[in-house]
């Protein structure tokens, strides 16, 4: 997979995270800038993440598992699992 591909997935997936955690907390329609909002981000910033223009550094990842208790591993690799 180049890095690329790996960068569209990662959106697709944080796209998803997003979505899955606004229907968790009751905003089903959660937006991105609502969603950059709680992370502390600008929106801007947040939606180059969702559209795999930029890759989040350590300390934007470390915020979304803080707010939405996400496995990384799965977020960045694979499948979506809260974190047990």
Known sequence: ????????????????????????????????????????????????YERGTREPPLSVLASIRALTSVNLNGLIAGDIDKAA
């Open 1 to 48: 997979m180049t890095a690329s591909e790996t960068r569209s997935a990662f959106a697709v997936r944080l796209r998803m995270l997003r979505e899955a955690y606004g229907r968790e907390i009751g905003i089903p329609g959660l937006t991105q800038r609502e969603f950059a909002e709680m992370l502390g981000l600008e929106t801007e910033r947040y939606s180059t």
